[in-house]
């Protein structure tokens, strides 16, 4: 009956205090009298569970106080007495150790008074709040280390209610040049936005706290306090700080990755510029060989627009045995680790163009192979030079071939046949000869014979060529044109070494050729000629004072001319030909010869 009264005692608290607390296992109910015994309260009722609960032997139990942390208790003395009778509530929170287990209590009390003014007992609730002190200490610490996150983040961070600021980081302050922390507090952060995207910035800043879905990053341009632009990026997150709404958006100074765009764009853009301008016939294929980029020389040759051929199969743009070929250096291509380098003849709606391909593989920052690109340079006119030379090599072979046979015939045949009939002449025992003189006849048409052989010889392959070089099998080739007295040879040269065989042989022939011109046509006195040697070149210069001729009524580009083959042979060694001459005022031949 006792306890009965005691819990619609507590009951009549509770709803006063318009609080909820179900009895249960973590609530025990106590009442003790307002006299205390040696500073400890005189306890008259304490639920029995609060023994199971706090680890106390039963004779423990009414010593409940003994327990209680001493500065604690103190705190929970003075609230009971400072409770009035209007105001008979309290409520306060301890710690209890019994033994080595500390716990927290949370002591719900209600003073009930005599009809003399003072306290008469106190009733109330113990409550075992352990567990929430831990969560609280946890959260506590987290908030801690939240809060040394943020201050030590390496982005700016700031925290704002409806669009205004109310923290914000050193970062955030050192982006936006904020020397004093109070200008950033209360203010928006619309206002450190471009003006152009306030607007965009205000509505981001609103739509965190939708339900829908919307882009969480943004980048615009923001406004340090000194007025200075620049770009950043925004990511914004929501929160609940006590109940309220909050935003925490982190800021990065994106100026650098800005930069490092803008120069890729740029860089992007001289590529596009170099790929349609290069002069070269450029495509990019991806590993399903489909044409992914073209310029527009290879589009023209194509018969059409790049659109036309964009994303296309090879097959389905080209002519079947053109497109068999592509895939060959293709494929190539990707096996191979050096670049593929091919020359083609291929099929066009244009018709038929030889191309110099060179393929290499495009690879990703992992090394990946991702695509193939080709470019190939149009040398059709080059092939057609090329068969024209090869065409005046064996016309000018069978021109020699021709002339030496006819050098044989005219020079060597005549002495070999007078030869034939002295030797005839000397079988004759009985023939009234003077044979002395035949024999020493004889032996003059034999000598003759061997000059004439060593001079064809000569003109064939000049053995001081190939065992003195250039310059020796000039000065000797110079010496026999120069018996006659009729023309005055000057020789200048800079060099003692030699250059390839085939570079001398054709700087031989060529200034051969230029001499038999001269003597020829030139009617000239005096020839000059300099061979000057320089690092990455040779220039020859030719000149001679004879009646020269009208150039622009001779053509280099015929064949069959002595001029074109000289020009010919020096194309071969990659070389040109320049030619001055006016009638009455000489000849000056300009050869230059890259080595």
């Not at 209007?86 to 500390?102: F, T």
């Not at 001499?515 to 000057?532: F, M, P």
Request: aromatic share 10%; proline share 2%.
């Amino acid at each position: 009956m006792y306890i009965l009264k005691i819990r619609h005692s507590l009951k009549e608290i509770l709803i006063e205090k318009k609080v909820l607390l179900s009895i249960n296992k973590e609530h025990f109910i106590f009442a003790f009298k307002a006299t205390f015994i040696n500073s400890k309260r005189n306890f008259i009722f304490i639920s029995n569970h609060l023994q199971e609960a706090l680890l106390l032997k039963k004779n423990q139990l009414y010593q409940f106080d003994n327990y209680i942390n001493k500065d604690d208790y103190q705190k929970l003395i003075s609230s009971i007495i400072h409770c009035t009778p209007k105001n008979n509530h309290y409520e306060v929170e301890y710690r209890i150790k019994v033994e080595d287990n500390e716990k927290w209590i949370l002591e719900h009390g209600h003073v009930i008074w005599g009809y003399n003014g003072n306290i008469k007992k106190v009733k109330g609730l113990f409550i075992d709040v352990t567990k929430n002190k831990i969560s609280e200490k946890i959260l506590q610490e987290s908030e801690k280390r939240f809060q040394l996150l943020i201050e030590k983040a390496p982005v700016g961070i700031f925290i704002s209610f409806d669009s205004l600021i109310s923290y914000a980081n050193p970062v955030f302050q050192e982006i936006f040049k904020c020397n004093d922390y109070s200008e950033l507090i209360g203010s928006s952060f619309i206002d450190y936005v471009s003006l152009n995207d306030k607007d965009r910035i205000k509505e981001f800043l609103n739509n965190s706290h939708t339900k829908t879905k919307y882009d969480k990053k943004i980048e615009s341009y923001g406004i340090k306090l000194d007025g200075t632009t620049f770009p950043f990026q925004a990511f914004i997150t929501n929160i609940k700080i006590k109940n309220y709404n909050a935003n925490i958006t982190f800021i990065t100074d994106i100026t650098e990755r800005k930069n490092y765009e803008f120069a890729l764009q740029d860089a992007e853009e001289r590529y596009r510029t170099l790929f349609d301008q290069s002069g070269l016939i450029s495509n990019v294929y991806n590993m399903e060989e489909t044409l992914i980029m073209l310029n527009s020389m290879a589009a023209s040759i194509y018969g059409g627009t790049s659109l036309d051929f964009i994303n296309k199969k090879i097959d389905e743009i080209h002519y079947s045995e053109t497109a068999r070929k592509i895939k060959k250096i293709i494929k190539k291509t990707i096996i191979r680790d050096s670049p593929v380098i091919e020359e083609n003849e291929l099929l066009f709606p244009k018709g038929k163009i030889w191309l110099k391909t060179i393929g290499h593989k495009l690879k990703d920052s992992n090394n990946k192979i991702i695509g193939i690109q080709l470019l190939s340079q149009d040398i059709t006119e080059k092939k057609e030079i090329d068969r024209k030379l090869l065409n005046i090599i064996v016309e000018t072979e069978e021109k020699e071939r021709m002339h030496f046979a006819q050098e044989l015939h005219d020079g060597l045949g005549p002495i070999i046949s007078a030869i034939k009939m002295y030797v005839q002449w000397l079988s004759r025992p009985n023939s009234n000869i003077l044979r002395d003189e035949i024999l020493t006849d004889t032996e003059k048409l034999i000598n003759e014979a061997g000059v004439t052989i060593r001079e064809l010889s000569f003109k064939l392959s000049p053995h001081v060529l190939k065992n003195f070089g250039l310059i020796e099998a000039f000065k000797t080739f110079t010496h026999k044109v120069n018996q006659s007295k009729q023309i005055k040879f000057s020789f200048d040269y800079n060099f003692s070494t030699r250059f390839e065989e085939t570079v001398e042989t054709v700087i031989y022939r060529i200034l051969c050729e230029c001499i038999n011109n001269t003597i020829k046509h030139a009617q000239a006195t005096e020839v000059q000629i300099r061979i000057l040697k320089f690092i990455s070149k040779v220039k020859i210069t030719y000149i001679d004072n004879g009646k020269g001729f009208d150039i622009n009524k001779l053509s280099l580009d015929k064949a069959g001319n002595g001029l074109f083959n000289m020009k010919s042979r020096l194309q071969s060694i990659n070389g040109e030909l320049n030619i001055y001459s006016q009638p009455g005022e000489g000849v000056k031949i300009s050869i230059i010869i890259k080595l």
